[in-house]
């Protein structure tokens, strides 16, 4: 019995698959995430290829299943804690050197909840999804001054600045960003926003390059201009 | 027709002389009336003037009972930030692990936190407007207390991880929204709206709307509607088309649904439930007086009756008052 049981892990351990992977972390799955994700390094699966043909495609996985009405933050701040679970504990100390982490200015964005708002959650999953993404994420944390965007853009050599927001009372703070970028020269930095209140508004009233909907729409849209 | 005898006409299915409109106005009634938003959180009477001058100048046929969404987690023990021109916020949360949910104590709606305030709000309005005029008093649904007990993102997790903690905390929200909701249908409020943000689809799935969040909600109704609750209003934000059809089930008399439902699809997944809503909030502040009286006509012509016209959800501090004008226009000059 014992043997049986013993036997039958085994097959299992030495029969996990990307695949495995994949449906762990779209599950939620934090810690089977992770130990499958050791298995497959342990057994020769390259950090990379679990980014690229695992982590990436769960992500895709994840935005193909998540339409209007089925998108709920539970299910992708679970999917996005295993998937940042598996990049820190299991692919970061074996990327340490590769260049596909290295931080790349055209793939940098600053990220932050606007000043007059604390709401942080959406933020923060934005910011899960777009590290797993191999963006590089500098999180300026909340009730942040159009300011401070714009100087975090100019220190980090940003492309982009997203700004969260869950209030429309924040809308004059977002418009403000704009015109700081160009008073710095830094035009070609596009700003996106997002957030239950202001994704009802258009990219004109905020003075931003692009309104997101939800997380995989801004996903989609940096995705189009790093690409 | 007075505004009480057309709304809960509405609500019983008699005749009425025009649709009701009851456009979610809280903090925007302190900025049209020249108030602080701290100001109207802090002080009853500045919360009761606000919504009675408001009633009055624009003809809305419900006011309400609300201070902010913080309220009853200050009252548990949260500590609070107070901006002046905006609704105050949870800076410390009183759960920070799971030993500490078996320390917390029920607030006393009668004494702890600002509890007292809507407590005396409510019971002036109701001496004010007597019953010519609905006084609906707001209160959380339980998950949406819980979250801001402990924490939107802990809470969250909390349902994936430590599912024992998050039915405490639960029984622990319901108990405290039911003795504050007492405490208010007590001080004159006809009915309550249990407003529920955390429960709508867009933030947990609809599974843990249907098994943790719709048997207490159920409990709850049954037990407030044996208080004295004229009517049981639900305010769920979002997308909400999978728990629609569960809401007549946990015995609500009124929806209100957010401008991505159509009113359509709402009249359809619901039954005896009637529908409030649902313009976009931020048209209030965006749009001229005619654009919103021309949605707010299509949403009469949408409804076909089991309706109230309203926001949709809470309308932005920012919003122009000749919108609100123009929205009460449109129900005052459509015909039924």
């Known amino acids: ?227 | 027709m007075t505004s009480y005898e057309r709304v809960l006409n509405t609500i019983e299915g008699k005749g009425i002389d025009r649709v009701s409109a009851a456009p979610e106005i809280f903090g925007l009634s302190a900025r049209i009336n020249g108030y602080t938003i701290k100001q109207y959180v802090t002080d009853a009477q500045t919360l009761a003037l606000c919504q009675i001058k408001s009633q009055q100048v624009f003809g809305c046929d419900i006011v309400f009972a609300f201070a902010d969404t913080a309220l009853e987690a200050e009252a548990v023990g949260c500590r609070l930030y107070y901006p002046d021109n905006a609704y105050p916020y949870i800076v410390d949360h009183i759960i920070k692990t799971s030993k500490d949910i078996d320390k917390l104590k029920i607030p006393d709606p009668f004494r702890d936190g600002r509890m007292p305030l809507v407590v005396e709000a409510c019971r002036s309005m109701h001496n004010e407007l007597k019953d010519d005029c609905v006084v609906t008093a707001c209160v959380p649904g339980p998950i949406s207390l819980a979250a801001q007990l402990s924490g939107l993102e802990t809470f969250m997790f909390l349902i994936a991880d430590d599912l024992d903690s998050v039915e405490k905390i639960l029984n622990f929200s319901e108990d405290v929204i039911m003795r504050y909701a007492e405490a208010l249908l007590k001080s004159g409020a006809h009915s309550i709206m249990l407003f529920d943000p955390v429960a709508s689809p867009a933030v947990v799935p609809p599974s843990v709307f249907k098994d943790l969040e719709a048997p207490r909600l159920k409990r709850m109704t049954d037990a407030l509607r044996a208080m004295g609750s004229k009517f049981l209003w639900l305010s769920i934000a979002g997308a909400t088309q999978k728990i629609l059809p569960l809401f007549s089930g946990i015995g609500i008399d009124l929806a209100t649904v957010d401008y991505v439902v159509p009113i359509s699809d709402a009249i359809r997944l619901t039954e005896g439930v009637i529908i409030n809503g649902n313009i976009k909030p931020l048209s209030f502040v965006t749009a001229q007086p005619d654009e919103i009286k021309q949605i707010a006509i299509n949403c009469l012509n949408e409804a076909k009756g089991r309706f109230i016209l309203g926001s949709g959800c809470e309308m932005p501090l920012e919003s122009k008052p000749e919108n609100i004008g123009a929205l009460i226009d449109a129900a005052v000059s459509s015909p039924l």
């Not at chain 1, 990307?18 to 089977?32: K, P, W």
């Not at chain 1, 209007?68 to 299910?75: D, G, K, P």
């Open chain 1, 1 to 227: 019995m014992i043997i049986t049981t013993v036997f039958s892990i085994i097959i299992t351990m030495n029969g996990y698959s990307l695949e495995h992977l994949i449906t762990a972390v779209v599950a939620g799955q934090n810690d089977r995430a992770v130990s499958i994700a050791e298995v497959l390094l342990k057994n020769g699966t390259s950090p990379e290829s679990l980014i690229q043909d695992g982590l990436t495609v769960a992500l895709r996985s994840l935005d193909a299943k998540c339409t209007a009405e089925e998108f709920n933050l539970l299910e992708i701040m679970l999917a996005g804690r295993a998937m940042m679970t598996v990049m820190d504990n299991v692919i970061a100390t074996h990327l340490l050197s590769s260049s596909t982490i290295e931080p790349v200015p055209e793939k940098t964005i600053i990220i932050g909840t606007i000043k007059g708002d604390i709401h942080e959650l959406g933020k923060n999953v934005v910011k899960m999804m777009l590290k797993a993404q191999g963006l590089r994420v500098i999180d300026i944390g909340k009730d942040a001054s159009p300011e401070s965007f714009v100087k975090a853009a100019m220190l980090e050599s940003a492309r982009f600045i997203g700004v969260s927001s869950l209030i429309t009372l924040t809308m004059p703070f977002i418009r403000e960003i704009r015109p700081l970028l160009n008073d710095t020269g830094l035009d070609n930095v596009k700003i996106l926003a997002g957030g239950a209140a202001i994704q009802q508004a258009s990219p004109s009233d905020l003075n931003v390059d692009f309104v997101a909907q939800d997380v995989f729409d801004a996903v989609h849209y940096l995705n189009g201009l790093t690409s």
